[in-house]
């Protein structure tokens, strides 16, 4: 509302008893569903809440990515072998 609009409000609701009950009335309803919705937020967040430890907490995790990295890092550098033939495939 502009302030020409504001002043134009209170003044009504100054002069008019009825128009002041029903702008109370509003309001009211207006606060009680904001505090309904607050409280059912609050209910939701406490139930979303995870029951356990995130998974970064077990340090176990980090020994099972440090193994899996360090498998991948050995078989990534090794030297690439020629297959042996055995003796009898060397004569053929």
Not at 46 to 57: D, E, H, I
Request: aromatic share 8%; proline share 5%.
């Amino acid at each position: 509302m502009s302030e020409e609009e504001l002043a134009a409000f209170n003044r009504r609701i100054a002069r008019d008893d009825a128009f002041a009950q029903e702008v109370a009335g509003r309001m009211a309803i207006r606060k009680a569903l904001k505090d309904i919705r607050h409280e059912e937020i609050t209910q939701i967040l406490r139930q979303a809440k995870p029951a356990s430890k995130p998974v970064w907490g077990n340090p176990m995790i980090y020994v099972a990515a440090a193994l899996l990295a360090g498998s991948v890092l050995f078989f990534i550098f090794q030297p690439f072998r020629k297959p042996q033939l055995d003796e009898e495939e060397r004569r053929k």
